[in-house]
């Protein structure tokens, strides 16, 4: 079995979703994430929700190319959320045909965190979208344990958890946590290579995560032990941003070359004993 692969926003960080399209139909991705938020003020995002025309245009070259969108990032949920003010990001996921709102926790109050989480699930619910949370030791949900207090106190059913391999080693998460994830909160997870040594500070994590990420196989994370303990079948999205190995290269050739070395992992975690 062959997982269908995503091609992340970040693997191709600065390239317009136009571009992005074209590359991730070339190199043979099935699904593209899309940014339309940034990850932090002043970040890379192209909010197509304030160019209507653009979106559209955007949706009839995705049904040219045979691309779907996967997942839209991001929502922060900090300690001042209000549902109702992404609304119009919302409704732009929708027409693109997305799936899944990447979210992050930024509110140190975990009661009122959940909270607004649930009633972001409530209003995402209105457009045929699930929200999943990424923990990150970097976030106010530093772990896969932190996350599933939430999921189990929100219980909605359009939540989720994002596994990002990365995220799972600097936290320090167990494979067997992974493991007992209920299957109906699993739309998709990602994965990168990292080494060995973990960031102890934000900005070290926040720059490994965002310019740094080896490519699957050519680092210390034990991929295979992952993504075995993952559904064979849920959708992945290569997430491989590195300013220096990607340097002189095409957006497609590294597009192309992190996919090729993903599936390899995936192939073999898959020829183990993913459930």
């Given amino acids: 079995m062959t997982r269908k692969l995503s091609l992340s926003f970040l693997t191709c960080l600065g390239a317009p979703p136009e571009e ?9 991705y099935d699904y593209l994430g899309l940014r339309l938020l940034p ?25 040219d190319e045979g691309v779907d969108i996967f997942d839209v990032e991001m929502i922060r949920i900090g ?4 549902a109702s003010a992404f609304l119009p990001f919302l409704d732009c996921a929708a027409h693109l045909g997305a799936r899944v709102i990447l979210v992050t926790g930024d509110d140190p109050d975990e009661a009122r965190l959940t909270a607004s989480f649930a009633a972001l699930c409530d209003t ?29 106190a929100a219980d909605r059913p359009n939540q989720g958890v994002i596994v990002d391999a990365l995220h799972v080693s600097r ?25 060995a040594d973990i960031p102890e500070n934000v900005d070290e994590l926040n720059f ?19 993504f075995a303990a993952l559904p064979a079948d849920l959708p ?22 992190t996919r090729q070395a993903s599936l390899s992992v995936l192939e073999a975690a898959i020829a183990g004993d993913g459930r």
């Fill in 171 to 195: 936290s320090r998460t167990p494979v067997e946590e992974i493991a007992s994830i209920p299957r109906p909160w699993l739309h998709y997870a990602q994965i990168c290579d990292g080494p």
């Fill in 39 to 63: 990850a932090a003020p002043g970040g890379i995002a192209f909010p197509l929700m304030e160019e209507p025309a653009r979106m559209r245009d955007l949706g009839r070259l995705l049904n």
């Fill in 124 to 152: 995402a619910a209105d457009f045929g979208l699930s929200a999943d949370l990424e923990f990150m030791p970097q976030s106010r949900l530093p772990d896969l344990a932190a996350a599933m207090r939430v999921l189990n």
């Fill in 208 to 226: 490994a995560a965002r310019h740094a990420r080896l490519v699957p196989g050519d680092g210390a994370i034990d991929l295979g032990a992952i």
């Fill in 20 to 28: 992005a399209v074209r590359v991730a139909a070339e190199t043979g």
């Fill in 79 to 82: 300690p001042h959320f209000d």
């Fill in 236 to 257: 992945v999205a290569v997430e491989v941003p590195n300013d220096r190995l990607s340097a002189g290269l095409t957006p497609a050739e590294w597009a192309g070359r």
